[in-house]
């Protein structure tokens, strides 16, 4: 099957606790982002990624880290610095060209105890 | 101002409707635009590339004004599967290629 996988749906955490969400694809999209959804609100970009072992802070980085050190690859740490981590994580990537939209991944809803 | 800006609705129409919905945007370094649909607690998933002359899918027809920097979606003969939030999503030019969402305008068709 091609296209994203995020890893869980769903996961559970006590707060304090660092957790790492997984994005792998198969498409071969040069660029990766992870998006924050809040419910009834539109999304927000935490970090994206052009190329292998770079990435940039979006609008909301504070709290998260991630690293992309293969192509299919971009896994998002939620860490207990970030003060309201329950939301909806989307992972979407694209081949960097033009005109090319953005695939997205089914989600990991992140709630926190 | 933001970048991009919808009406967040939402839109409550009967079926068989027509209902249209507006995108501005305020970098005129926009090159690519698109809309997307966003189903209750899933993933965003591609609607419709916008062209520079317009396209039209079945009932969708999007349109893309330059000049005034928007876009717009219409749904004919709207169906009670038509409902979902509509995100309209533009990308820079240049290397980076930023990408933006629109928050989003939500349709809801009534029987």
């Known amino acids: 099957d091609g296209g994203i996988t995020q890893s869980p749906k769903y996961l559970f955490r006590k707060e304090g606790q660092n957790v790492t969400l997984s994005c792998e694809q198969n498409?071969?999209?040069?660029?990766m982002y992870w998006y924050r959804q809040d419910p009834g609100q539109g999304l927000r970009l935490i970090y994206y990624?052009?190329?292998?072992?770079?990435?940039q802070k979006g609008d909301i980085a504070e709290g998260y880290s991630v690293s992309r050190e293969k192509k299919e690859s971009f896994p998002l740490t939620v860490t207990s610095a970030q003060k309201n981590p329950t939301a909806f994580y989307l992972c979407?990537?694209?081949?960097?060209?033009?005109?090319?939209?953005?695939?997205f991944g089914p989600g990991t809803r992140l709630t926190v105890l | 101002r933001k970048e991009v800006e919808q009406d967040p609705g939402p839109f409550n129409v009967p079926e068989g409707a027509t209902v249209a919905f507006n995108c501005t945007y305020s970098n005129s370094a926009s090159q690519s635009f698109f809309w997307y649909r966003q189903d209750c607690r899933k993933e965003p998933k591609l609607l419709m590339s916008v062209y520079s002359s317009g396209n039209e899918d079945g009932r969708f027809t999007a349109q893309l004004n330059r000049a005034s920097q928007y876009i717009s979606l219409l749904i004919r003969d709207s169906k009670l599967s038509d409902s979902a939030t509509y995100l309209c999503v533009v990308i820079l030019s240049g290397g980076y290629q930023k990408v933006t969402f629109g928050t989003g305008t939500k349709l809801q068709v009534i029987p």
């Open positions: 498409l071969n999209h040069d660029a």
């Open positions: 979407a990537t694209r081949q960097s060209s033009s005109y090319n939209e953005q695939f």
């Open positions: 990624s052009q190329i292998v072992n770079d990435f």
